[in-house]
């Protein structure tokens, strides 16, 4: 864990990890809110920029689709936003049923408090989930990727 990145306990079978971001919620949840732009934002390695499909802007209901490498193996995945709350919230289900979630907490300072959560409490099978190692794989990634999304707007 890093100091600008801490854990939060948002309950069993969720990681989640929250950091303060020098920049307006607005922006930050068009930054999330579209899909094309998501490869700016992974801290894990696997998504990439090209061949995205979906909409620019996402809401509930819509479907998009982003290109994957993992492993050396590329593929695709479609999920399905779940929940959207302008400036505020964005969740979407991956095709094996866990969901990412990103919220968003305007502060009086002008910055955001930043939680990105991987949800695989409504998984089919979470226990295979965590055999796999993903809770702490994904721990790992939404680490960096808030790192990232701190010191991307630290630098403006």
Not at 64 to 72: K, Y
């Amino acid at each position: 864990m890093s100091d600008t990145v801490i854990a939060v306990d948002t309950g069993e079978r969720r990681v989640s990890r929250r950091a303060v971001v020098d920049a307006p919620a607005a922006e930050l949840f068009s930054l999330v809110a579209d899909p094309h732009r998501h490869a700016e934002l992974d801290g894990s390695g696997t998504v990439r920029r090209e061949h995205v499909e979906g909409p620019h802007r996402l809401a509930r209901g819509d479907r998009f689709t982003v290109p994957m490498r993992q492993l050396g193996a590329p593929y695709k995945v479609t999920s399905v936003v779940t929940a959207c709350e302008e400036d505020r919230l964005i969740e979407w289900r991956h095709p094996l049923g866990h969901r990412w979630r990103w919220e968003f907490a305007q502060r009086p300072d002008g910055r955001t408090e930043v939680t990105e959560t991987f949800d695989y409490s409504t998984t089919g099978a979470p226990w295979m989930m965590k055999l796999l190692g993903f809770p702490a794989q994904n721990a790992k990634g939404i680490t960096a990727t808030l790192e990232a999304l701190v010191a991307r707007y630290a630098a403006l």
